[in-house]
């Protein structure tokens, strides 16, 4: 793993505006509320700027997002002070920007309505001090951490901005910290492969009472030795889903799949794809997991800006529309803006 992920060389594909603006589509069904439980705000060489602007650009292209949920994504941290509570100035970020939305100056959505930072699970119980400052930090929106434990032993499969250590989850320490979630009423957001999802599952099933929810359906690899096979990769994505799903204390996010990791390339036409083309991709995945979770426990996600770079914020909302138009009301709903809302406590 590189010493520095916010510096060293992006896994994902760059944003390109020329080649997004190329492709405009009507948007479907405008009036559906949208709460999007998943976005970054960044401004770092390795990544370009995405910082409110930006998001207000996409978040007012036509959809009816109402609110959404700030991920930490190795943002504006403290640049002095103790290692561990360095990650708290993410979390005084996002609440500033929060702040600035709230106040309706910009429009009506409710940007950064709730903060997902990060804290170093090894830490143990003593993680307790860096959730507490986050709790303060974060003025009433700070909900929980996110703790990338993506590993692979091939760079070539890698889709994440970090690799970290094999097994972390199953680790004594780590759960030691994660022990300490649940008391303090904190969620936890799990990014990780397919091939690692039985760890998810076991770490859930030894924590039933703290909610989890599984970012970009499971992370089915398209790439590098995986490449060519998504059949075979399917079949044991779908039963590691189905393995997760059983612990009613996991939800699942409905998105991530513009990224360069699942291997679509969608991002080498002369145009963007359309909404259509994008729903036949995606549908296998978001229907595996509607299935397997309940529109209960499933909430559609933009991962933006990370997604950007295989269409445009309009045609993903459009796209996620088209796989869900067979749905009845109360599960569009759900779908769309309930179980984020609950599941982040969004009020």
Same mark, same amino acid.
């Given at each position: 793993?590189?010493?520095?992920?916010?510096?060293?060389?992006?896994?994902?594909?760059? /944003?390109?505006?020329? +080649?997004?603006?190329?492709?405009?589509?009507?948007?479907?069904?405008?009036?559906?509320?949208?709460?999007?439980?998943?976005?970054?705000?960044?401004?770092?060489?390795?990544?370009?700027?995405?910082? !409110?602007?930006? !998001?207000?650009?996409?978040?007012?292209?036509?959809?009816?997002?109402?609110?959404?949920?700030?991920?930490?994504?190795? *943002? #504006?941290?403290?640049?002095?002070?103790? /290692?561990?509570?360095?990650?708290?100035?993410?979390?005084?970020?996002?609440?500033?920007?929060?702040?600035?939305?709230?106040?309706?100056?910009?429009? %009506?959505? %409710?940007?950064?309505?709730?903060?997902?930072?990060?804290?170093?699970? @090894?830490?143990?119980?003593?993680?307790?001090?860096?959730?507490?400052? #986050?709790?303060?930090?974060?003025?009433?929106?700070?909900?929980?951490?996110?703790?990338?434990?993506?590993?692979?032993?091939?760079?070539?499969?890698?889709?994440?901005?970090?690799?970290?250590?094999? $097994?972390?989850? @199953?680790?004594?320490?780590?759960?030691?910290?994660?022990?300490?979630?649940?008391? !303090?009423?904190?969620?936890?957001?799990?990014?990780?492969?397919?091939?690692?999802?039985?760890?998810?599952?076991?770490?859930?099933?030894?924590?039933?009472?703290?909610?989890?929810?599984?970012?970009?359906?499971?992370?089915?690899? $398209?790439?590098?030795?995986?490449?060519?096979?998504?059949?075979?990769?399917?079949?044991?994505? %779908?039963?590691?889903?189905?393995?997760?799903?059983?612990?009613?204390? /996991?939800?699942?996010?409905?998105?991530?799949?513009? @990224?360069?990791?699942?291997?679509?390339?969608?991002?080498?036409?002369?145009?963007?794809?359309?909404?259509?083309?994008?729903?036949?991709? +995606?549908?296998?995945?978001?229907?595996?997991?509607?299935?397997?979770?309940?529109?209960?426990?499933? #909430?559609?996600?933009?991962?933006?800006?990370?997604? %950007?770079?295989?269409? *445009?914020?309009?045609?993903? +909302?459009?796209?996620?529309?088209?796989?869900?138009?067979?749905?009845?009301?109360?599960?569009?709903?759900?779908?769309?803006?309930?179980?984020?809302?609950?599941?982040?406590?969004?009020?």
């Amino acid at each position: 793993m590189p010493s520095d992920p916010a510096t060293a060389p992006s896994p994902h594909l760059p /944003v390109r505006p020329e +080649w997004l603006a190329a492709r405009q589509e009507e948007i479907l069904e405008p009036e559906l509320p949208i709460v999007d439980p998943h976005h970054h705000l960044v401004d770092r060489a390795n990544t370009g700027r995405y910082l !409110l602007p930006e !998001l207000l650009a996409d978040t007012g292209s036509g959809h009816n997002i109402t609110a959404t949920v700030y991920l930490e994504w190795l *943002s #504006m941290y403290r640049a002095d002070g103790p /290692v561990p509570l360095r990650p708290v100035g993410e979390v005084e970020f996002a609440n500033g920007v929060a702040a600035i939305a709230a106040s309706e100056t910009y429009g %009506k959505t %409710k940007v950064c309505a709730g903060i997902v930072g990060y804290a170093d699970l @090894m830490l143990g119980a003593q993680v307790e001090e860096v959730l507490e400052a #986050m709790i303060l930090a974060g003025g009433g929106r700070f909900r929980g951490i996110r703790y990338i434990s993506a590993s692979h032993p091939d760079e070539a499969a890698r889709g994440s901005s970090v690799n970290r250590p094999a $097994g972390l989850l @199953m680790n004594g320490k780590v759960r030691e910290g994660f022990a300490r979630l649940h008391p !303090l009423g904190l969620s936890f957001d799990a990014w990780m492969y397919f091939t690692q999802l039985g760890e998810l599952a076991d770490l859930a099933r030894a924590f039933p009472e703290t909610p989890i929810v599984l970012d970009h359906v499971g992370g089915a690899i $398209g790439i590098g030795p995986y490449a060519g096979r998504r059949d075979e990769v399917f079949a044991e994505w %779908k039963r590691s889903i189905g393995e997760v799903a059983r612990c009613p204390n /996991v939800h699942v996010k409905l998105g991530g799949l513009g @990224m360069r990791l699942f291997g679509f390339d969608v991002h080498a036409g002369e145009l963007p794809p359309s909404s259509e083309q994008l729903a036949t991709l +995606w549908r296998p995945y978001i229907e595996t997991c509607i299935e397997a979770f309940g529109p209960e426990r499933a #909430m559609f996600e933009s991962n933006f800006p990370v997604d %950007k770079g295989s269409g *445009s914020y309009q045609l993903f +909302w459009n796209a996620f529309k088209r796989i869900a138009a067979g749905c009845s009301a109360a599960e569009k709903t759900a779908l769309f803006s309930g179980t984020a809302s609950r599941f982040y406590r969004l009020g």
